[in-house]
Structure formats: structure tokens, C-alpha cells
Nanobody, 123 residues
Framework: QVQLVESGGGLVQAGGSLRLSCAASGLTFSSYGMGWFRQAPGKEREFVATIAWSGGSTYYADSVKGRFTISRDNAKNTVYLQMNSLKPEDTAVYYC????????????????WGQGTQVTVSS
């Protein structure tokens, strides 16, 4: 049974930083591309960042480029999202997702999803 468990969310002031983690189990983690998505209240879930199975390729939404960094540790079956210079508009529930092979930006491209972790950025 595949499980993705996010952690690291919380309340932070604008300009601050958080690091999200997503621990995976029940799959061959090193074979899976991983993605981070987010969903703000009243809005659709949107792509944030993705990383290929090897970690050699990453891609970001324009809204977070230069502020967020996705990385992975295949030995720990964990993907991370380092979020710096946070803005109130980054407030959302953040989800990690997994798919075989390369990372992708579409929600429907992913096979497995975590339950999400809340990030709240105060102004």
C-alpha cells in the first residue's frame, strides 16, 4: 500500500521560511517522479514544483520560481520543498504526489497523493 505523508507545515510570517517533507512508503521511491501541489481556499489545486526520479531535473511554477526549491533523498524515500520569502498568497494546503518516471505538472499525471499539510503565511 502506497503512502505519502507530508509534514512541516505551519504558521509563518511573510518573508519567512518553511521546509516541507513528504515521506513515501510502499513504492520503489527512486523510480518515481515527485511533485508538490497546493490548494488555497476556494481555488483549484495547482502545480508548484516537480522533480524527476533521479533528482536531476526540476521544474517550478512561475509563482514560486526563485523562492522554492524541490529536492529529494532517495535513501530516505523523502522529497522536500524548501520555501523561502513566503508571501500571504502562498497560504494553502500543500500536497505531494508520485508518478513513475519523470516529473509532470498536471494533476492527472500523478498516481498517488498525500493528505496534505497546511501552510499559513501571515502578513
Amino acid at each position: 500500500q502506497v503512502q505519502l505523508v507530508e509534514s512541516g507545515g505551519g504558521l509563518v510570517q511573510a518573508g519567512g521560511s518553511l521546509r516541507l517533507s513528504c515521506a513515501a512508503s510502499g513504492l520503489t521511491f527512486s523510480s518515481y517522479g515527485m511533485g508538490w501541489f497546493r490548494q488555497a481556499p476556494g481555488k483549484e489545486r495547482e502545480f508548484v514544483a516537480t522533480i524527476a526520479w533521479s533528482g536531476g531535473s526540476t521544474y517550478y511554477a512561475d509563482s514560486v520560481k526563485g523562492r522554492f526549491t524541490i529536492s529529494r533523498d532517495n535513501a530516505k524515500n523523502t522529497v522536500y520543498l524548501q520555501m523561502n520569502s513566503l508571501k500571504p498568497e502562498d497560504t494553502a494546503v500543500y500536497y505531494c504526489a508520485a508518478r513513475r518516471g519523470l516529473g509532470r505538472t498536471g494533476l492527472n499525471d500523478y498516481d498517488y497523493w498525500g493528505q496534505g499539510t497546511q501552510v499559513t503565511v501571515s502578513s
